[in-house]
């Protein structure tokens, strides 16, 4: 219409350039896997608003939760008085902990001010500095946040010097170390927990390192599982040297992966672990949560924000593990899962497609497919190796195919990597659709 034209035009000329967007259209309804633009599109979203809306869009027994506390207390600040949906969700995610220890809470509005919390909390506690991070990991765009973040240079270009006191060692992935795609798994990790072990005696010592930071599933850097070994060796040298090992949860957590967090698959417990997106299907809110132990160590008044814990979004939050809980979400995010990784596979076998994949990957409903880079010698062993710069060939190609097609699709990484991170809700005939409607964009762009 033209009243969103309208609206569209204030959009292109008054928001800031420094936010990307997808699509210039607006959003205006969304139900379930679907949203409907401005454009009359209606499309199926297999980016769930980057690992948010896991139940789908308006999922209605969230947005009635969100309505009846709207009628009651929006906000009570977590500084003057609880509020019940607060306390009634630290007793929903009580029993889902990855492990008892688990056990102490704090709610704030984003990933990265949980990050910053996770970080605060880290070097108050065993009163270090330093905080080793993992290179492709990303945390964030504010400051702390940003300076752990090393997923891609775009964060943080121009606007030096972070927080001081970072380290990286490198993550299991092939490709961003360099070697052959067919470099086995202990020989990826291996290298990481030697290389950790270098970076803990040539850059920051066990006593100046507050904490080791990880997503069980790099994310932002291109949808690669931590292996286990990986994750149990990095718990070893937490428990060796008194370190605070902060697993960072907020894209793979929530059932994303197939358990209620991507850190179960190993068995490792984390000291800290941040949450966020699929916490409150939408609702801004997250968490960091540790051992009253830890956070015992804590001032009164250290922590802390105005709409910290916000009592809306607490009590979307605490619908949606009511959901997920009767619902049993986990087995369909593992039915669905295993559909989709069929699918891409099937895909990735085509005799026609084959020479340009990489690899299909992921954990659960954080799946990917890498593709060589244009202009790669596909045959050779190191094919798509080169430095890149941000996926800029055949991964946005196929995303815009999709979106052409009627299906939004996420890029990932700085490889030239689709993802997949639909709602958890996502149904066999929507799944099917969606690997149809991807399948066609691969031909299409290959043909
Ligand atoms: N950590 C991880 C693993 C993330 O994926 C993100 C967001 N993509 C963040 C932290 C930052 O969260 P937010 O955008 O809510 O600040």
């Not at 936010?19 to 499309?43: H, N, Q, V």
């Not at 070893?236 to 960072?248: A, F, L, N, P, S």
Request: charged share 20%.
């Amino acid at each position: 219409s033209s009243a969103h034209a309208a609206l569209e035009a204030i959009g292109d000329t008054h928001v800031t350039r420094g936010l990307f967007r997808m699509i210039p259209r607006i959003m205006l309804k969304g139900e379930g896997l679907y949203a409907t633009f401005s454009d009359g599109r209606r499309m199926l979203d297999f980016t769930s608003g980057i690992g948010v809306t896991s139940l789908g869009h308006c999922h209605p027994r969230v947005s009635r939760a969100a309505a009846e506390q709207c009628m009651k207390v929006v906000h009570a600040q977590c500084s003057i008085a609880y509020h019940e949906p607060y306390l009634q969700l630290i007793e929903r995610l009580l029993p889902i902990m990855p492990d008892k220890s688990l056990d102490s809470f704090f709610f704030w509005n984003s990933g990265s001010e949980a990050i910053e919390a996770a970080i605060k909390i880290a070097r108050t506690y065993t009163r270090r500095q330093n905080i080793i991070c993992m290179q492709g990991g990303y945390h964030g765009r504010t400051y702390g946040a940003m300076a752990v973040t090393r997923s891609k240079t775009i964060y943080s270009q121009g606007v030096f010097p972070l927080m001081s006191g970072t380290y990286v060692m490198p993550f299991p992935y092939w490709h961003q170390m360099g070697l052959p795609r067919d470099t086995p798994e202990e020989v990826l990790v291996e290298q990481c927990l030697y290389q950790l072990d270098l970076v803990l005696t040539q850059q920051t010592s066990p006593q100046d390192t507050a904490g080791i930071l990880i997503e069980p599933v790099l994310g932002e850097g291109g949808y690669v599982p931590a292996p286990a070994a990986l994750l149990k060796g990095i718990r070893e040298r937490c428990d060796k040297y008194g370190t605070i090992m902060i697993v960072d949860e907020v894209q793979s957590g929530f059932a994303r992966t197939g358990k209620y967090f991507a850190i179960e698959h190993s068995g490792v417990v984390p000291d800290v672990m941040t949450i966020a997106k699929g916490l409150a299907n939408g609702f801004p809110l997250s968490g960091v949560v540790s051992r009253k132990e830890i956070t015992d160590k804590l001032s009164p008044g250290s922590m802390g924000g105005t709409y910290a814990g916000n009592a809306v979004a607490c009590a979307a939050a605490v619908a949606v593990a009511d959901v997920m809980r009767e619902t049993d979400i986990l087995s369909n995010v593992n039915a669905r899962a295993e559909q989709l990784y069929t699918g891409l596979n099937t895909l990735a076998a085509d005799p026609a497609i084959a020479p340009y994949v990489l690899e299909v990957r992921g954990k659960g409903l954080m799946a990917a497919i890498e593709f060589v880079r244009s202009g790669d010698d596909s045959d050779t062993a190191l094919k798509g190796m080169q430095v890149p710069n941000s996926p800029k060939g055949i991964a946005p190609r196929i995303a815009i195919r999709c979106i052409k097609k009627g299906m939004l699709i996420l890029t990932t990484s700085v490889y030239e990597t689709i993802r997949f991170i639909p709602a958890l809700t996502v149904s066999e005939v929507e799944m099917a659709e969606a690997i149809e409607i991807f399948s066609a964009a691969v031909r299409e762009e290959i043909a």
